[in-house]
């Protein structure tokens, strides 16, 4: 299919007419409103509400947030997806085609635009669900034959994690502080994080709430999510390694966690649905997937430090490698009567792959800091340095066309000075 909008025919455009994610925007001093990518145009959906052209059901997108039109359910999404389609084919609907008028309102270059967060954080819940992440991390601190601890195999891990600090794509993160032991010391010390990391991850973003005290099937979970995102859960190692026994990360990861500005439906995903691996332990019924719950995408981390004339790519890695999609940690979730809300962000974990090139994370690629990366402006990395920028890309695949998030981009600034706090 092929849009009127002729930069969304290009095979490598990220935003064809077959993906149509969602987002906010601004323009100049515009309040925040809700919109979808198509080619390097962004449409505003709430100009096209208000002339008319589409109707959820209920006036949603002049908000500053998607959450009122994730709440909906599939059939606003489905229904809106489906009008969009038509309104930009292009022999489609000439509503928006022939009318330039309402294209003057409604189109805007993705280059002139604010990108905002597209949706209030409800809650955010990270995983650790990627079986080599998780060996690779577990034989550095365990050696291999205790890499997985004995519920790995059973159960989707996870901690609850602040949404108070989920951001959106090019917002800068400062370096934490907390306390930190070194291995020869006898006693903490207090400072800066010197181990600063990333974790490639994929975001699931919940749209169809549940009740308290109700289960959900992972069959039932699928249909709650509304999307996805690519995800950046920023991690100070060496704070989590003096803090995480025996709860878990607290400060080291709840400083930031940074998500891309748009949100693929399950819609535009839909033709690269892929199984999970097999599994090496029988799951139990509650978490046994009716089919196909993960996606074939495409992801790649670029690292460019300040001054530096181009990035380097550290990491190409596929979403496919997971142990548990996301239907599963949902369904895991909800199982034990916690409510789900709109909103909800689950980040999968971070995404490694077998080959050293496919780790997610620094303290995979570096193994723990012994074997530092050269970068192509010849420098050398083993974690993260002040001016350091961070991005993460992902797409996937079609047969001329791509499915593309966009980026998901971070700067770190130097730590706070003592002085100043």
């Known amino acids: 299919m092929k849009s009127w ?42 100009a096209l509400e208000q002339a008319g052209v589409i109707d959820a059901g209920a006036p949603v997108f002049a908000e500053p947030a998607l959450n009122a039109f994730m709440a909906l359910g599939n059939g606003a999404w489905n229904a809106i997806r489906e009008r969009l389609t038509a309104l930009l084919a292009e022999d489609g609907d000439g509503a928006l085609r022939d009318d330039t008028a309402l294209q003057a309102k409604a189109l805007a270059p993705i280059g002139e635009v604010t990108l905002h967060m597209p949706f209030s954080v409800s809650e955010y819940t990270d995983f650790y669900a990627g079986r080599q992440h998780a060996f690779n991390v577990g034989t550095m601190f365990r050696g291999p034959e205790n890499a997985l601890p004995p519920n790995w195999l059973h159960i989707p891990i996870g901690y609850n994690g602040r949404a108070s600090t989920v951001i959106v794509s090019g917002t800068d993160i400062r370096r934490p502080l907390g306390q930190l032991k070194p291995p020869e010391a006898d006693a903490p010390v207090f400072g800066p994080c010197k181990r600063l990391d990333i974790e490639l991850e994929m975001g699931a973003v919940v749209g169809v709430p549940n009740r308290m005290g109700e289960p959900v099937t992972v069959s039932q979970a699928d249909e709650m999510i509304f999307g996805y995102v690519l995800l950046n859960d920023w991690s100070a190692r060496d704070i989590q390694a003096w803090e995480y026994q025996p709860l878990g990360p607290f400060q080291s990861k709840a400083f930031a966690t940074s998500i891309s500005p748009w949100v693929v439906t399950k819609a535009a995903l839909e033709p690269f649905r892929t199984s999970t691996p097999e599994r090496e332990k029988d799951l139990l019924p509650y978490l046994r997937e009716p089919g196909p719950m993960l996606y074939d995408i495409e992801l790649e981390v670029r690292m ?17 490698t997971m142990y548990y999609s996301s239907a599963q940690q949902l369904a895991h979730h909800a199982i034990g009567g916690c409510r789900m809300n709109t909103g909800d962000l689950l980040g999968s974990g971070t995404i490694s792959g077998a080959e050293k090139h496919q780790f997610g994370s620094l303290l995979e690629l570096s193994w723990g800091g012994k074997e530092p990366l050269t970068l192509d402006s010849g420098e050398t990395r083993s974690f993260i340095e002040d001016g350091d920028t961070l991005t993460l890309a992902g797409w996937a695949q079609g047969d001329g066309y791509r499915i593309g998030f966009g980026e998901c981009v971070g700067t770190i600034l130097p730590a706070t000075a003592e002085k100043d706090w």
Do not use: K, W
């Open 5 to 46: 909008i002729d930069s969304a025919n290009s095979p490598d455009c990220p935003f064809p007419i077959q993906n149509l994610p969602y987002g906010v925007f601004s323009r100049g001093g515009d309040a925040p409103r809700c919109g979808t990518a198509i080619g390097d145009q962004v449409l505003d959906l709430a």
């Open 304 to 320: 460019q430090p300040e001054g530096a004339g181009q990035a380097t790519t550290i990491c190409r890695t596929n979403y496919n």
